[in-house]
């Protein structure tokens, strides 16, 4: 079981833009000082057409940088935002969040989601699967669920088969890193009610946001923890604190900020400006706030 803080921030760091290399070497360690509680990386690995105008076609490869992140930081969570699971092996995607789980000292948050460009499949080998994505991805969390128990497995479902295969070291947090479940729509909520530790959309507006979580609850029979992902501005980073109590205050235990399609020296300034206005790293700020579970 894992506690976040009530109140957290959390920052996206930049796989995405020219000089994102540098970005991830350095950017980490400073956030980690200003007070963001974890900090994110959105997971595409070639460039199409239908990005254009969101994100170029300059990608690190998500779980690696999360490597790196883990390793130039000691606290703050690590988070994909979100991982697109039918582009890796379950087997394989397993393995790898359970070594940066474990080297980070049980500090990994997995964003889960489908996915969205036939074209990324394809250049994947997995194009096969994108008709059924949503299927498959249940059922590879299905099969990862099952790889982080530890020891022996066999598994049969419609899309992915072994058995005489054991896999070890388990996850440092158990029974699994938590899940967060992204999207909105109508299957990704039942995938949420199905296997969220943590409801993760982005972009939603508070008032829209707990009216969908109410749903969500519902749908789950149980009260799933929220938290969103927002696309902040440089217009719009006046506003910073009332935004992100306005989603503290429906209960949202995480507001993840994204300075999306900006330059890195940019993502880092506006960084830095936001966690001074949020006196992240004050005593009593946000970051320090009560602790609620999840997992």
């Known amino acids: ?42 997971d595409h690995t070639v460039g199409v057409r239908a990005m254009g105008g969101v994100y170029c076609d300059y990608w690190l490869d ?8 883990a390793a130039t930081t000691s606290r703050v969570r690590l988070g994909t935002g979100v991982m697109v699971i039918p582009h890796r092996n379950p087997v394989l995607a397993s393995k790898m969040i359970t070594t940066i789980d474990v080297l980070s000292e049980g500090r990994v948050d ?27 991805t249940d059922e590879a969390i299905e099969v990862m ?7 022996e497995i066999a598994f049969d479902g419609e899309f992915f088969a072994f058995r005489h295969v054991a896999l070890e070291p388990a996850p440092r947090q158990q029974p699994h890193p938590p899940l967060w479940v992204g999207g909105q729509s109508g299957p990704a909520l039942r995938r949420a009610a199905r296997f969220a530790d943590v409801w993760h959309p982005h972009d939603l507006a508070p008032a829209e946001l707990a009216r969908i979580g109410d749903q969500l609850d519902e749908l789950a029979g149980r009260q799933i923890p929220r938290s969103v992902r927002v696309h902040v501005t440089e217009q719009s980073l006046p506003a910073i604190t009332d935004l992100v109590e306005s989603y503290h205050e429906i209960g949202c235990i995480s507001v993840v900020l994204e300075f999306r399609s900006q330059p890195c020296a940019v993502v880092t300034r506006l960084a830095e400006r936001a966690a001074e206005a949020l006196e992240l790293a ?5 970051a320090a706030d009560h602790v609620v579970s999840a997992g």
């Open 145 to 151: 669920l099952a790889c982080w128990k530890g020891g």
């Open 1 to 42: 079981m894992t506690s976040y803080p009530r109140r957290s921030v959390g920052l996206v760091v930049t796989t995405n833009e020219p000089g994102a290399a540098q970005l991830v070497q350095q950017l980490p360690a400073r956030a980690e000082k200003w007070g963001y509680d974890s900090l994110w990386v959105t």
């Open 62 to 69: 998500a779980l690696t940088a999360l490597t790196w992140i």
């Open 282 to 286: 004050q005593p009593g700020s946000l």
């Open 110 to 136: 997995l964003g889960v989601g489908t996915g969205w460009s036939r074209v990324e499949y394809r250049a994947l080998g997995v194009e096969s699967l994108f008709a059924q994505r949503g299927p498959v």
